[in-house]
């Protein structure tokens, strides 16, 4: 296993469109968390699973935001009817145990024109 | 609300001299620290992680953690043009979810 996988890398999309960006966890992790990060800022946290269980979610993730993890695996996060504030980059981390440390994927470059 | 708290920077240092980053955290119950490295448009990466208050030293890098005064650092020694990167400071309690500050800027400069 070669680390946490992002796809798409990009993804460019018009306003209103819905978007579903997919994270593959380092396969022995059961924390996989979601982020997102905007120019000059940390990474904002949207939503925590521990294996298929979705503990926590962020306020900033509105009701147009959903995220799944389906059998404790993979984990999709979607975003229904982009705004152009939803412009960001989207970071999934895996992590294997309480407290240690969190491996971020690539990210997906989501730009909403 | 829990709060990590960075300076923006840029901190600008010559190449062989120590760079000395610095965050403050909010959340008294934050029991993990992390230090993460993001080159322009790529991912963190990261450096190291410290739980006991102390110092922490792995290769060119020493994290310190002061948990009465709720401040971590980082030390970079003998900075290289290749350190130039945002470091981001990462705090995590019980809930395990890591609050991130904004990052601070590095410039190694030749």
């Known amino acids: 296993d070669t680390g946490v996988s992002q796809n798409p890398r990009h993804k460019i999309t018009k306003r209103g469109q819905n978007v579903t960006f997919r994270c593959d966890p380092i396969s022995e992790h059961n924390r996989l968390y979601w982020y997102r990060q905007t120019l000059g800022q940390g990474p904002e946290f949207l939503t925590y699973f521990q294996n298929e269980a979705q503990l926590e979610k962020s306020r900033l993730l509105s009701d147009r935001f959903s995220a799944e993890r389906p059998k404790g695996s993979f984990s999709t996060l979607e975003i229904q009817r982009t705004e152009q504030g939803d412009s960001a980059m989207y970071l999934c981390?895996?992590?294997?145990?309480?407290?240690?440390?969190?491996?971020f994927g690539s990210g997906t470059r989501l730009t909403v024109v | 609300q829990k709060e990590v708290e960075q300076n923006s920077g840029p901190l600008s240092v010559p190449e062989g001299a120590i760079a000395s980053l610095n965050c403050t955290y909010s959340d008294r119950g934050s029991q993990s620290f992390f230090w993460y490295r993001q080159y322009s448009g790529k991912s963190p990466e990261l450096i190291m992680f410290?739980?006991?208050?102390g110092d922490k030293e792995d290769g060119r890098f020493t994290a310190q953690l002061n948990k009465a005064s709720q401040y971590v650092s980082l030390l970079i020694r003998d900075s290289q043009p290749s350190d130039s990167a945002t470091y981001l400071c990462a705090a995590s309690g019980g809930s395990y979810i890591p609050t991130f500050g904004r990052g601070t800027s590095l410039i190694v400069h030749p």
């Open positions: 410290i739980y006991s208050n």
């Open positions: 981390a895996s992590s294997p145990r309480q407290g240690e440390g969190y491996t």
